[in-house]
């Protein structure tokens, strides 16, 4: 107090000097001024750091961390919540991991867009077999999936002996198993490239059960009907670009049904054996080759030789005869080049 009275009256006396209090001139002032400022410094330095009652404060060093209120720990993304923490709810009763003042992200998908169920795949139906026309032709209803362009579907790849018009040998057989496994059932249609054939029909490979993204050898082994059809021998390969998914399999398949015999192959190994020439004769010392005679199963087209005609339509390594005169029409199209000999070299 001192110290700033004395400033105070230093001050006064450069502008007017106090004679009462000794101070006559300006350079007497500025000395009381001087003294007043020097006195109160030391007074400042003096003074003691642990006062009754004052505050004692941290050392500057250290900081203190700020602690986090409990709906900021809990409001945390991340952060799990075990439900045994019960501190922190609002008035409302909101619950302690929700922070009424944060949005949700906007980067994160809705819960149902999140469950959303898979496109359906392309070319694929499922429907249900209403009727069978003969073994490789069937009526569907569509029930899920992609559209088909008719209600009538024929089977890809393959032919089956006719029933309808012509009853060609084991054209029954071939029906009745269709029926038999078709018949009311719910199968899977898989589109090639054609949607459909020159009679509007659908072109459609039918499985007995949903097909994988990528079938197997085993697979079409055990449900492509198309493929199990011609594994019995109830159908022959019938192969029409660019519908050629599975034709290497129907081919190797076709291949096994008539090694073993199997369906109409049976019939077309007994025609040839019968058809097959007799040892020569060795009386008169001439071979006499045996003609055939009207009562065979004999196809007119090939009259050097007894070769029954289709179905099922026979290739040159079907047959054991080479270089055979062929007329029109050729059922089997042996001659190619169309110079009215069949089979040659």
């Known amino acids: 107090m001192l110290s700033f009275l004395a400033m105070a009256f230093g001050l006064v006396s450069l502008v007017r000097p106090v004679r009462r209090l000794g101070i006559r001139s300006r350079r007497t002032a500025a000395w009381v001024i001087a003294g007043g400022i020097l ?33 900021r720990q809990h409001a945390e993304p991340g952060a799990e919540d075990d439900g045994s923490d ?6 409302a009763g909101r619950p302690p991991d929700e922070d009424p003042s944060q949005d949700p992200p906007r980067d994160q998908p809705a819960p149902e867009a999140a469950h959303q169920a898979p496109e359906e795949r392309p070319g694929i139906t499922e429907a249900r077999v209403t009727g069978v026309v003969d073994g490789d032709t069937v009526d569907v209803e569509v029930l899920a999936g992609a559209a088909l362009p008719a209600a009538r579907v024929r089977l890809i790849g393959i032919d089956t002996p006719e029933v309808h018009g012509r ?32 009679y ?12 994988p993204p990528e079938p197997t050898e085993a697979d079409a082994r055990n449900y492509l009907f198309n493929a199990l059809l011609v594994l019995g021998g109830y159908a ?5 670009p660019p519908d050629v998914k599975y034709a290497d399999l129907f081919v190797r398949f076709q291949r096994e049904a008539r090694e073993a015999r199997k369906g109409l192959w049976g019939l077309v190994t007994e025609a040839e054996e019968a058809a097959a ?18 009562n065979q199963n004999c196809d007119p087209s090939y009259p050097d030789v007894c070769i029954p005609p289709p179905p099922p339509d026979l290739d040159c390594g079907d ?9 029109p029409p050729d059922p089997h199209r042996f001659d190619r080049d169309k110079d009215g000999v069949g089979c040659e070299g």
């Open 319 to 327: 047959i054991p005869h080479r270089g055979f005169r062929v007329l």
């Open 236 to 240: 022959q390969v019938s192969t029409h």
């Open 277 to 294: 020439p007799s040892p020569p004769a060795t009386g008169e010392g001439r071979d006499q080759s045996p003609q055939p005679t009207p």
């Open 39 to 71: 006195t109160w410094t030391v007074a400042g330095a003096t003074v003691p750091d642990d006062l009754p009652g004052a505050p004692a404060a941290a050392p500057p060093s250290v900081q203190q961390p700020a602690e986090k209120p409990a709906s």
């Open 86 to 91: 019960a501190e922190g709810s609002g008035a």
């Open 167 to 198: 009853t060609d040998p084991y054209g029954a057989e071939a029906s009745a198993f269709t029926k038999e496994h078709l018949t009311g059932r719910t199968v899977w249609l898989e589109k090639d490239v054609s949607e459909t054939d020159r």
């Open 200 to 211: 509007g029909r659908a072109l459609r490979y039918v499985w007995l059960a949903e097909p």
